[in-house]
């Protein structure tokens, strides 16, 4: 057991040796929780903002901004949960570092509602600049933490460093980029820049330059509690509908919009959770990089899920320029790619898909289109969710019945290769 993994009572400053990753019992930290707490609020702002922009008939202007809204507040928390995977001391410098990213975030938050109006109002510029100032109060954190594991864990200095030069570097873009007045599409466009950098970086200082000790179970059940997370705001969403309709008190319609709300959101969890990533993940450290960058998307389509639900509570006060078939795709769409991305993901991990999870996604392809097809034919609303919200139970329901031993095969399946070439096990300690 390396220096870092002993549990801390006194906060001291220890050095950052890195963490065993194959420490038993790696668990998430109360710090990693309250860290977790300040992304709350950033995507609350984004679901919120997505809400008024699709409820407005911006549809397109929304999920660009969406988009990019979900892709800096994502990557905010990727690069600290990483980091924490591998180095974190819990020493009193440590925990003074993270305070000051929560600091960042916050900030960075405030600048969602601006960054939003500027796309959604059709402004000349995009006016990004305090979440770039968010950014680059968590940027000079981050820089002190990995200066601070080059410094300390001289084995993997060579990775530290360019963790390091690949977040300076796109900083500096993104800074740039803030402070040029360029058209919004311009600077849309220009982002791919700083987009490469941030995405590579990693990947290069993993793959080539002896990568960090991050721990498998750890990462798994890091991004599972961020999912969490994001649900929160399906039940933000649900709650909002119901106040939306309870003014007269409760009724047969509000009970059963409950019952859609809070099954969709539940059965999108328990699907979520239903195939441990963990060993997988454990074994092929390679994979990483997929299932890493790829829950960039799957956050973003369910903080987008209860978007959603905040269009069907405009809806239902009259408060939306959307249709009732609009509304239905407001949440049908995102509930669709977080199905869509939870198979993907299943089959990047496992090398697999299989007869039956396509069958599986057959049948949920027709709990998505049927609620539409629904609203097409003026079916009420309520009774549109309710199909709508059966469709992440369809992989639960095959998943307890049918594919709970296929699934399990396939892990062992995967992990036995694994240990069989052990050259591919773990390409970055």
């Known amino acids: 057991m390396s220096e870092s993994s002993v549990p801390n009572v006194h906060h001291h400053t220890r050095r950052m040796s890195g963490r065993d990753p194959e420490e038993r019992h790696r668990v998430a930290t109360p710090l990693e929780l309250l860290f977790d707490l300040t992304f709350v609020v950033a995507f609350g702002t984004a679901a919120s903002e997505l809400a008024h922009a699709l409820?407005?008939?911006?549809?397109?202007?929304?999920i660009v901004a969406f988009c990019f809204a979900t892709f800096a507040i994502s990557w905010a928390w990727i690069n600290f949960t990483w980091f924490a995977s591998a180095?974190?001391?819990?020493d009193w410098i440590y925990r003074l570092t993270t305070m000051l990213q929560m600091v960042g975030v916050l900030v960075?938050?405030?600048?969602?509602?601006?960054?939003?109006?500027?796309?959604?109002?059709?402004?000349?510029?995009?006016?990004?600049?305090?979440?770039?100032?968010?950014?680059?109060?968590?940027?000079?954190?981050?820089?002190?933490?990995?200066?601070?594991?080059?410094?300390?864990?001289?084995?993997?200095?060579?990775?530290?460093?360019?963790?390091?030069?690949?977040?300076?570097?796109?900083?500096?873009?993104?800074?740039?980029?803030a402070l040029v007045d360029l058209p919004v599409g311009t600077t849309f466009a220009l982002m791919v820049v700083p987009f490469l950098i941030e995405i590579g970086g990693p990947a290069y200082a993993e793959t080539r330059r002896g990568g960090t000790p991050w721990h498998a179970h750890h990462v798994a059940e890091r991004y599972g509690l961020m999912v969490i997370i994001a649900l929160g705001e399906g039940m933000i969403g649900t709650m909002a509908t119901l106040a939306a309709l309870a003014e007269d008190g409760l009724t047969w319609d509000v009970a059963l919009l409950a019952l859609a709300g809070t099954a969709l959101v539940f059965g999108m969890w328990w699907a979520y959770f239903v195939v441990p990533?963990?060993?997988?993940?454990?074994?092929?450290?390679?994979?990483?990089?997929?299932?890493?960058?790829?829950?960039?998307?799957?956050?973003?389509?369910?903080?987008?899920?209860?978007?959603?639900?905040?269009?069907?509570?405009?809806h239902f006060e009259h408060h939306s320029d959307l249709g009732l078939v609009g509304s239905v795709l407001a949440l049908a769409i995102p509930v669709a790619a977080f199905t869509l991305l939870l198979y993907a993901g299943y089959a990047a991990l496992t090398g697999t898909l299989g007869s039956f999870?396509?069958?599986?996604?057959?049948?949920?392809?027709?709990?998505?289109?049927?609620?539409?097809?629904?609203?097409?034919?003026?079916?009420?609303?309520?009774?549109?969710?309710?199909?709508?919200?059966?469709?992440?139970?369809?992989?639960?329901?095959?998943y307890e019945t049918v594919g709970?031993?296929?699934?399990?095969?396939?892990?062992?399946?995967?992990?036995?290769?694994?240990?069989?070439?052990?050259?591919?096990?773990?390409?970055?300690?």
């Open 55 to 62: 409820s407005a008939d911006h549809v397109g202007a929304g």
């Open 87 to 90: 180095y974190d001391t819990d």
């Open 108 to 177: 960075f938050a405030l600048g969602l509602k601006p960054m939003f109006a500027s796309v959604v109002d059709h402004g000349d510029t995009l006016d990004n600049d305090v979440m770039v100032a968010g950014y680059v109060v968590m940027r000079v954190a981050m820089v002190l933490q990995w200066w601070r594991a080059s410094r300390h864990d001289t084995t993997r200095r060579a990775a530290c460093h360019a963790y390091i030069v690949s977040i300076l570097a796109a900083q500096v873009l993104w800074c740039v980029l």
């Open 277 to 314: 990533a963990a060993d997988i993940l454990h074994a092929r450290r390679e994979r990483s990089f997929v299932f890493g960058y790829g829950h960039m998307a799957v956050f973003g389509s369910i903080v987008a899920a209860g978007a959603g639900l905040d269009v069907v509570a405009y």
């Open 357 to 398: 999870r396509l069958a599986l996604l057959a049948g949920s392809a027709v709990t998505l289109v049927a609620p539409v097809l629904m609203a097409a034919a003026d079916v009420d609303l309520t009774w549109c969710l309710l199909v709508l919200a059966l469709t992440p139970w369809l992989t639960v329901v095959g």
């Open 404 to 429: 709970r031993s296929r699934g399990a095969a396939t892990r062992q399946i995967t992990v036995a290769t694994a240990i069989r070439q052990p050259e591919t096990r773990n390409p970055r300690a």
